[in-house]
């Protein structure tokens, strides 16, 4: 099982940009199609952006898409994610996921291991 540890998150005001990184170790992380969550509080987990095992493909959730960018670097073991014109309700906890297959998907459970998380906090 894949270990994950995020970094990044912060306090940022509306319109600002912030770049939340995730480290992995204990995988094949080059096999892995990466992910990236983000849960309010009161609220379920909500997909955000998936990336392939070589970076070639990614998806985005509509709420988001345009504005954020997922990357990766293989030889580094990292993920991140690329957050421009932030609003309040991007104000969540961010969390990485790995998944065995190379392949992107969109739900919590399609995911094998999951970073403890990162707090983004959007002023308005």
């Known amino acids: 099982q894949a270990q994950l540890i995020e970094s990044g998150g912060g306090l940022v005001q509306a319109g600002g940009s912030l770049r939340v990184s995730c480290a992995a170790s204990?995988?094949?992380?080059?096999?892995?199609?990466m992910g990236w969550f983000r849960q309010a509080p009161g609220k379920e987990h909500e997909f955000v952006a998936s990336?392939?095992?070589?970076?070639?493909?990614?998806y985005y959730a509509d709420s988001v898409k345009g504005r954020f960018t997922i990357s990766r670097d293989n030889a580094k073991n990292m993920v991140f994610l690329q957050m421009n014109s932030l609003k309040p309700e991007d104000t969540a906890v961010y969390y990485c996921?790995?998944?065995?297959?190379?392949?992107?998907?969109?739900?919590?459970?399609?995911?094998?291991?999951w970073g403890q998380g990162t707090q983004v906090t959007v002023s308005s």
């Open positions: 996921a790995a998944r065995r297959s190379r392949w992107i998907a969109t739900k919590w459970s399609d995911y094998d291991s």
């Open positions: 990336i392939t095992w070589s970076g070639g493909d990614t």
């Open positions: 204990g995988h094949t992380f080059s096999s892995s199609a």
